[in-house]
């Protein structure tokens, strides 16, 4: 069971967007940066989005990010089939002293 | 570019202890926060632990606290992962990972992973 709560799928459309939900509490998203990254099993994880809604260099501005209290979003426009992937909200919990994921929610590009 | 290279996975029988290294270049490495991630098969990423640029502090997950020990050799550039006491439920793909400053868990750069099976 994950600390933060995400969707386990989402689907849409080539071209279409799709937005991922990330629930967490007080002592996570709440009062720390949310990060997202993309995962395709048998690679490296990339990241996406870091302080909420930073893009790092080379991440097109079809991926956005948001946080609102104790909840984060991360939102992809004009999807492509390369999009197909897992993807994960992350942040510290400063109960835990510890890093903290999603469980996780796998992207299918219909 | 950030190179991280992750060895010492395999097959261990519970109970026993295993080392994980992670080569690292193209950054300085003593400057950054480093990670461990680890991935048990069908599952998502689970957070194992940090250790802050200077190894100053350490910071671990729950499930391996006073089981798993994180350290770091500035000057070979090397992050480590001591694991005793290893269980089934340890069996994972672990990722070797760079954070983006000294430590403030977000992770930039991850490495491939080396697969360790627990298991008699």
């Known amino acids: 069971q994950s600390v933060l709560t995400q969707p386990p799928s989402v689907s849409a459309a080539p071209g279409q967007k799709v937005t991922i939900s990330c629930s967490g509490g007080?002592?996570?998203?709440?009062?720390?940066?949310v990060s997202w990254y993309q995962h395709l099993p048998g690679t490296a994880p990339k990241l996406l989005i870091y302080?909420?809604?930073k893009r790092p260099s080379g991440i097109p501005d079809r991926f956005s990010g948001s946080k609102s209290g104790t909840s984060a979003t991360l939102g992809i426009t004009g999807l492509q089939t390369g999009d197909e992937a897992d993807y994960y909200c992350g942040t510290r919990d400063s109960s835990l002293s510890a890093g903290v994921f999603g469980g996780g929610t796998k992207l299918t590009v219909l | 570019q950030v190179r991280l290279v992750e060895s010492g996975g395999g097959v261990v029988q519970p109970g026993r202890s295993l080392r994980l290294s992670c080569a690292t270049s193209g950054f300085t490495f003593s400057s950054y926060g480093m990670h461990w991630v680890r991935q048990a098969p069908g599952k998502g990423l689970e957070w194992v632990a940090l250790?802050?640029?200077?190894?100053?502090?350490?910071f671990y997950a729950d499930s391996v606290k006073g089981r798993f020990t994180i350290s770091r050799d500035n000057s070979k550039n090397i992050l480590y992962l001591q694991m005793n006491s290893l269980r089934p439920e340890d069996t994972a793909v672990y990722h070797c990972a760079k954070d983006q400053t000294y430590g403030d868990y977000v992770i930039d750069f991850w490495g491939q992973g080396t697969l360790v099976i627990v298991s008699s």
């Open positions: 250790i802050l640029y200077d190894g100053s502090n350490k």
């Open positions: 007080s002592s996570n998203i709440g009062n720390n940066y």
């Open positions: 302080d909420n809604n």
